[in-house]
């Protein structure tokens, strides 16, 4: 399965900046999804980031908020912008490859976000 | 994506099997059950899917009842290091086509 690097594994932040968070695929893979994790809760999808187009977002999620890049097939970037302690939480990468027959996704070890 | 039921929580004793239960009772035909298990401080884990037959892999077997409303996850000897929250998701494709939606999961603890 696909190996990930997301950078940077954690960061405390001021409210009011922004942070990018990096996620780097060891191979080209179709799809790439961004979740989060707030404390004690299970995942929620945030987007699906697709190459060469505006990424996807799910309900409650908006583009000025996380806005995400996703220049080729193995990298992909998610901005959350203007920051409130609200926003900490754990951000994963996650990715899947409609081509492949192995099931299942790959997922990185997570960014986590402390919001002051 | 058709919604799961599982127990907030669970104690296993360490060499024993570990036997998680999920509810779905709303999957349609052509829905799978997928397992991942999400140790702290990781991004989740894969473990193992299926449609309606039992299935067994080298982590665990998953056990799918007849009319497909239910499933049990089985880790046969659990072991400290699988302590972790499980979830299980059934969504459509089998493939890497489509997100995950994923539930509160089951708090898994193994003791010693």
């Known amino acids: 399965s696909a190996v990930i690097s997301q950078k940077p594994s954690r960061d405390i932040c001021q409210r009011g900046t922004s942070l990018t968070i990096q996620c780097q695929v060891d191979?080209?893979?179709?799809?790439m999804f961004w979740y989060r994790q707030q404390p004690g809760q299970s995942l929620t999808l945030i987007a699906t980031a697709n190459q060469g187009s505006e990424a996807t977002y799910e309900s409650g999620f908006v583009i000025d908020k996380f806005p995400i890049s996703r220049p080729n097939l193995t990298f992909s970037t998610l901005t959350v912008s203007n920051m409130s302690p609200e926003d900490s939480s754990i951000y994963l990468c996650s990715v899947g490859d409609r081509g492949r027959i192995t099931p299942g996704y790959t997922f990185g070890s997570g960014t986590r976000l402390t919001v002051v | 994506d058709a919604k799961t039921t599982q127990p907030p929580s669970m104690d296993c004793a360490e060499g024993r099997a570990a036997n998680l239960p999920c509810n779905h009772s709303t999957i349609s035909g052509n829905e799978y059950v997928y397992w991942y298990r999400q140790i702290h401080s990781q991004g989740p884990q894969y473990i193992i899917h299926g449609l309606k037959n039992n299935e067994t892999n080298e982590m665990a077997s998953l056990i799918i009842t007849e009319d497909r409303k239910s499933s049990t996850l089985i880790l046969p000897h659990a072991t400290l290091r699988d302590t972790a929250v499980y979830y299980c998701?059934?969504?459509?494709?089998?493939?890497?086509?489509?997100?995950?939606?994923f539930g509160t999961g089951t708090r898994l603890t193994v003791i010693p």
């Open positions: 191979s080209q893979v179709t799809m």
């Open positions: 998701i059934v969504r459509v494709s089998r493939t890497g086509a489509n997100n995950l939606f």
